[in-house]
């Protein structure tokens, strides 16, 4: 599905990001994608989703380059691609409905689709009791959740979890990871990404490690500890 040939990236300030990247990720996978901060892993993220382009190499999505795409196919290419991050990222002025319907309305949605789904996707996310809470009235875990919510309604093809649990503690870590575990049993492909190891005891599944631009370890073998 996604697929990285040769790449490298060297930002115009000499500094080396990624060097000869080779990898390739299916789709219906988890993939986490684990290194120290400065490894690369943030910039394979924003090369997924055009916002870099590879210095060498090829980024494919589907067999297709994408850094041949036009601007609108670049744009619905970042609809098949829901993204969260560590900073949240929410509305404050919107309560958790209106963060999930705004989403919604930027992508074109009906107002009946609107009223339909965005309850549904905070159940899916044990947010439904939180519906008409303010962001400024949620714990960090409950705005991670709304955040991978409002990621997911648009029913995007791959999530990209971008360091999701940076400002968690264990307990709301763990609360996050089995949503993303539910997130990919439903057909999504999972790709996250996080400098803390003890995270993949919990995810298990696929294991990409980085350390300086560069993949060191590719471990399909799903872990046993939880």
Known sequence: MIKFVNV??????????????????????????????????????????????????????????????????????????????????????????????????????????????????????????RMFHFPNQLSGGEKQRLAIARAIINQPEVLIADEPTGNLDSRNTAEVIEILKKINDLGTTVILTTHDPQLIKAVGQRIISMERGRVVGDDQRAATVI
């Open 8 to 129: 490298s990236k060297v930002y115009p300030n000499g500094s080396v990001a990624l060097e000869n990247v080779n990898l390739e990720i299916g789709k219906g996978e988890f993939v986490t994608i684990v290194g120290p901060s400065g490894a690369g892993k943030t910039t394979l993220n924003k090369l997924m989703l055009d916002e870099e382009r590879p210095t060498e190499g090829t980024v494919l999505f589907e067999n297709v380059d994408i850094n041949t795409f036009s601007r609108s196919q670049i744009t619905a290419l970042r609809r098949r691609i829901g993204t969260v991050f560590q900073e949240f990222r929410l509305l404050p002025n919107k309560t958790a409905y209106e963060n999930i319907a705004f989403a919604m309305e930027a992508a074109g949605k009906s107002d009946e689709e609107i009223v339909s789904d965005v309850p549904h996707v905070l159940q899916l996310v044990d947010m439904a009791d």
